[in-house]
């Protein structure tokens, strides 16, 4: 089960020039899923995928290898972006939807 | 993108979503499941139980009653500015129950738990608590918070939250001769046969079974069921605690506020 509230924490285990390597305190398949699909449409990342060490315990380790000069967090970055875009897109969508 | 509300009550919705993949759709449902909070009765105090049910057994029906939630005016216990273990007004709601069976049997309801504030009461007053005989009497108060359906069930606000593809259904009209074997063996009538064609019904109501294709007796089928890439009819239905629109509000809140979260702390790490 995931861990009961509190924020996320971000431990970084292993990084590299254009590797990257982190826990995710408290994140879940929810997330993370979601990133490793976002990174992977990026043409700059190499590798993306993430592993959940325990069932019970909520802390996934997110791996991401880059190509050539881009950095590894950089390309996170990207997607994180990209999928707040996608929310607020939503939002507005499902609003407008709901007013009809 | 684009969304259109398929159907929608008091507790349930059904859209239509065109434009997001399968980990977005499934990042909502699972905040839906696990991330809204919702109120549910967490700790009772009992103060006089002789009914037939031990303590535990009516704490824990206690639980499991859905209560009408106000999201905007409590707080998750654990973000709550009190830090208190036992709570405040801002993140507690009193619930209590007194009740005694002068003669004959009488059913303890939902319904006769009184809550401190009117708009945090449960959903049905028709829960069976427990069934007191003459003599017996049940008295106790109970505290709800507001809580995570990740931590427990009582504290998920939907029953069901699911989605599935968008169902495409071509029919080769020329290899078609409308013998109607897809149309009586289709389980959830999906197909019609109008005016010697078949044609499609409801949609939105295909599970993608594909027994309409086995029935089929041309070769190839005269029939072919697909599903689109990227639409997706998503289903939500609340178990009352909170409107359903607002859920699917909330989840979208959700996980922009754990999207933020990680993106602030990455920044961190950059410099």
Not at chain 2, 138 to 160: D, I, M
Request: glycine share 6%; hydrophobic share 35%.
């Amino acid at each position: 089960m995931e861990d009961g509230g509190g924020k996320m924490k971000v431990n970084v285990l292993n990084k590299t020039e254009n590797e990257l390597k982190i826990e995710l305190e408290g994140a879940g398949h929810t997330l993370c899923n979601l990133l490793q699909k976002k990174l992977l449409e990026d043409e700059t990342v190499d590798l993306a995928g993430y592993d959940i060490p325990h069932p019970l315990a909520s802390n996934p380790i997110l791996y991401v290898r880059t190509k050539g000069d881009v950095k590894p967090e950089e390309a996170l970055h990207r997607a994180v972006e990209k999928i707040l875009e996608l929310s607020k897109e939503f939002s507005k969508e499902l609003k407008k939807a709901l007013k009809t | 993108m684009e969304i259109k509300v398929l159907e929608k009550g008091d507790k349930n919705m059904r859209l239509l979503i065109k434009g997001v993949d399968t980990p977005f759709v499934n990042a909502l449902r699972r905040n839906a499941l696990a991330e809204v909070p919702c109120m549910a009765i967490d700790d009772v105090v009992i103060i006089e139980n002789s009914s037939v049910l031990q303590d535990e057994i009516v704490a824990h029906r206690l639980g499991l009653i859905p209560l009408k939630t106000d999201l905007d005016g409590y707080n998750l216990p654990e973000e709550c500015s009190c830090k208190s273990e036992f709570g405040c007004n801002l993140c507690r709601v009193t619930l209590t129950l007194d009740r005694e069976a002068k003669e004959g049997t009488v059913t303890v309801y939902s319904g006769e738990l009184v809550s401190e504030n009117p708009n945090i009461v449960p959903v049905s007053d028709k829960v069976p608590i427990t069934k007191l005989v003459k003599g017996q009497k049940l008295r106790l108060e109970a505290y709800a918070r507001l809580g995570k359906g990740k931590n427990h069930a009582k504290w998920q606000p939907v029953s069901t939250c699911t989605y599935k593809y968008l169902p495409q259904i071509k029919i080769d009209s020329k290899n078609c001769d409308a013998c109607g074997k897809c149309v009586e063996i289709c389980p959830r009538k999906v197909l019609e046969k109008s005016e010697g064609k078949i044609e499609i019904r409801d949609l939105p109501a295909c599970t993608l079974c594909q027994d309409c294709m086995d029935a089929c007796p041309k070769e190839p089928s005269a029939i072919e069921v697909g599903w689109e890439e990227n639409a997706f009819i998503f289903s939500l239905e609340s178990t009352g605690v909170l409107p359903p629109e607002r859920i699917m509000e909330e989840a979208v809140k959700i996980l922009e506020k754990q999207l933020k979260e990680l993106a602030s702390q990455i920044k961190v790490r950059k410099t």
